[in-house]
């Protein structure tokens, strides 16, 4: 048992994504600053892509640690190093990629029977639903890491209360019940778990992560109180109290270079320095930038009409490319003299940009987002407005959150939903007159409504930042955690739940 805070060790399994592992990476760094020992446990291809933040971290001084598992990928029928779901060759295998997760439980139960010192408490992502095993065969609390804001968890919950989206018909718009706001969806803007007619068979393991969940002692929630108000009470309530709201967690990373090779390690100061230059050229808040995450893979004619809105907006822009079919996309790119065309005036990334280092450089001016909820929090953070464009899972939710509930958004127009790896269909395409139209919209600077959006972004922004800094919410949320696990500690009685 742990009697002083430097003695406790919080044992961190992030889920493979880089939705799922950057976040938690950035948490490590926020626990590990206030005293206690973070020890994250992780694949090694995702040690190498991620790690360089972790090692600096700990040469810095703190009491941080990544320690590797095997990831099953053959045995699993996953090309060998696929180990991020980014990195999946075709979504028809993320059955596969769950069975590796299972795969798991066993070589993790082995690293933490053998650590030193002995856990303390698991932060773990909701999808490993064995973590309640592990909490329980080490009598230590499991906490649960849900990558969703309160807002969407609020939301669903109503749903799944209510039912009102399984009795209006396809297409059909329904307002979520007993909000305080009307909040309009059609079904296919809803995620896979309140929709699971149209996705695949991933029935079983939702149930588990669902049965996993309810037994966890607690919540962490990548958010800050002041944001989601009275949204982030009702889901303490849901959760019977057992939530800390620890975010934004990106703001973890306060030099460039951590900014930089946030998901990508290899990338070199050169290039983190060549890419500052290219914003340093622009004046403050007149350059858009444009990417739609890690998962989302658009095909080519989804991919031109993002393109050409962004051209004709005639803003200054940066768009990261990431395609389905990636050579059909270059394809068209050099086929219509696109980035010959837009030369001087966009730039595009191909692969994996520095996200949180571009969105926090003063010459971006907006961010035309997907709205999965690390980049939205991201934008957030960075007190900037957006232009939403969603494409699946909760990002409907999210977009409403940014839109409608805090008022720093427009909407592009996306009118319906996909399931990830569902091949586009053209109902579900955003034109590039609506792409361009939603982007003046934000930029204008002489429109009073684009003043007071980009007004109060800036003041979310200013929230963000205070939240986590010392004293700030996000800070007492992380102390308040630390000492509940302290308590646990030291406590003879042990948790009820997660052990
Ligand atoms: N990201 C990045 N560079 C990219 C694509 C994504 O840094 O080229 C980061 C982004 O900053 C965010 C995460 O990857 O932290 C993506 O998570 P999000 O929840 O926004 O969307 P997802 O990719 O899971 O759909």
Redesign the pocket.
Known sequence: MASKKEELNFILIPFG????I??MIDMAKMLARQGVMVTVITTAMNAIRFGAVIDRAAASGLSIRLLQVQFPAEEAGLPKGCES??DLPSYSLFMNFFSAIEMLQKPIEKIVADLSPSPSCIICDKHFPWAVELGRKYRIPWVSFD?MNCFTQVCAHNLSLTKVHETTPEGEPFVVPNLPDKFVFNKSQLPGFLNPGQSSDLGVIRERIKAGETEAYGVVVNSFEELEGSYAEDFRKLKGGKVWFVGPL?LSNENNLDKAQ???SAVTAEEEQRLMEWLDSWQSETVVYA??????RFVRSEFMELALGLEESNHPFIL?V?GKNKEDIEAWISEDGFEERIKGRGLL?R??????LI?SHPSIGAFL??????????GISAGLPMITRP???E?FFNEKLVVQVLGTGVSAGAKFGRKIGEEERPEMGVSRLEVQQAICKVMDKDNVDANERRKKAKELGEMARKAVEEGGSSYLNVSLLIQEVMRLSRSKKQPENGI
């Open positions: 994504a880089p939705g799922h950057l976040p779901f980014d990558g990106s946030r998901g990508n990417c739609l995450g890690s998962l989302g990261v990431k990334i692969g994996w940009a520095p996200q949180v969105l987002t997907h709205c999965g909820w690390n980049s939205t929090l991201e494409l699946f899972a990002q």
